[in-house]
């Protein structure tokens, strides 16, 4: 299964492929809000100069398909249409894999793709920048965790042969005109980007591993992994949000110093807010969460960014279809999907509201399509159960 856009999960989360403006933060006055010694280092993670290294069993592979090219083309026009081969058989997953594991495991997400592409560029010897795409946010969610996601591509550049008109001088420098973008979901690339240094896509990188391992409830390798953000990007708004989720499931004495840190350097950042608004319910203090809350909202209505997020749509239809509301929970489920039709919720949601006016063949459609996109164990494992009971010809989605 492919999809278009990254998915990692963490409470109102800007990670991934996001980078984000912030006042700049010097490293050495980073020590303060670090505390090694209360977190285990007992799982390895990746080193900086593992992320973009192929083993040589992968580059002889790799070479040994472009020394097949023709002559006509050039080595950016092959490496376009290799990736294009490459990552049709490359599955779409949520975690975050260096080049060579995304190579060995053919999955990845948009950033695992880059990482891929820029590593087989440089066996070539391609000039390549990381782009990062200015575009609405995707959104997705998981266990009441949303997370804000952008995307990233890749940039290769090729030579302009520029002998007849430029002088000796110029002739010892290149011209790189040629441009070629390669995107694991090509869509996209309509829209307008802005290239990123190396060291912000290694923040994102550790980044997300600190996401990954925040779902899997691994606080140690998600401190480590945000701390490695850290050292690349110290002012990294996606990495200190890391730190102080960390913190706030180890009730450290930290967190609020992390949070307010983190404030300074994103003032309005909506994860930053809504994260630490969570943390101070835990703590008891439910009444100035319930400002933050707020605060979340209106700056939410500002950016005109509910009518860009799916899920606002889809939390709507739930309550409708809740309701018995089906046919304005179908208009609302269609208003999600519109936006997202890669959400495995959303269409069975409008599987069961579709059921339920009697639509059997819609319905059976998007309970097909939503099997197809989740790759979440449990999701699966209820989608298939009622699939089976559908061609019994029984009523699988009456009490859902």
């Not at 050495?28 to 505390?35: E, G, I, P, T, V």
């Not at 995707?138 to 430029?166: C, L, S």
């Amino acid at each position: 299964m492919k999809f278009p856009f990254i998915a990692l999960f963490a409470a109102l989360v800007s990670i991934g492929c996001a980078t984000g403006s912030a006042k700049h933060v010097s490293p050495a006055s980073l020590s303060r809000y670090f505390d090694d010694a209360s977190f285990s280092r007992s799982q390895r993670i990746s080193d900086p100069d593992e992320i973009l290294r192929l083993n040589p069993a992968t580059v002889a592979v790799f070479l040994n398909a472009f020394r097949a090219k023709g002559p006509d083309v050039s080595s950016r026009e092959w490496l376009v249409g290799y990736t294009a081969a490459l990552f049709n058989d490359i599955e779409y997953t949520d975690q975050t894999y260096t080049a060579q594991q995304t190579w060995d495991k053919k999955q990845g997400n948009c950033l695992s793709m880059a990482l891929l592409t820029v590593a087989l560029a440089r066996q070539l010897g391609l000039s390549h920048r990381f782009h990062q795409l200015i575009a609405p946010p995707a959104w997705d969610r998981q266990q009441e965790m949303m997370v804000i996601i952008n995307h990233i591509n890749v940039w290769i550049y090729g030579e302009v042969d520029n002998k007849e008109t430029a002088t000796s001088d110029e002739r010892r420098q290149p011209i790189f005109q040629i441009v070629s973008v390669i995107d694991f979901f090509p869509t996209v690339k309509s829209f307008p980007s802005r290239p990123i240094a190396d060291k912000a896509v290694h923040a994102m990188f550790y980044s997300n591993l600190a996401a990954e391992a925040l779902v899997s409830r691994d606080y140690d390798r998600a401190y480590w992994s945000a701390k490695m953000a850290l050292s690349f990007m110290p002012n990294y708004p996606p990495a200190w949000n890391m730190l102080g989720i960390v913190y706030g499931h180890r009730d450290h004495p930290l967190t609020r110093a992390v949070y307010a840190h983190l404030f300074e350097l994103a003032p309005e950042d909506l994860s930053a807010i809504n994260n630490y608004a969570i943390w101070l319910n835990k703590e008891g203090r439910a009444e100035e969460a319930a400002t933050l809350r707020r605060r979340v909202q209106n700056l939410r209505k500002q950016r005109e960014e509910t009518d860009m997020n799916p899920f606002y749509f889809f939390d709507l239809a739930e309550k409708a279809r809740q309701r018995a509301r089906y046919r304005h929970a179908i208009l609302l489920y269609n208003e999600a999907l519109r936006r997202d039709k890669y959400q495995h919720e959303f269409h069975f949601g409008i599987s069961i509201s579709y059921w339920m006016v009697g639509q059997r063949n819609l319905s059976i459609g998007h309970l097909q399509r939503a099997i197809e996109l989740s790759t979440d164990v449990s999701s699966n494992e209820l989608y298939l159960k009622k699939m089976m009971l559908l061609s019994n010809k029984r009523n699988p989605l009456k009490k859902l």
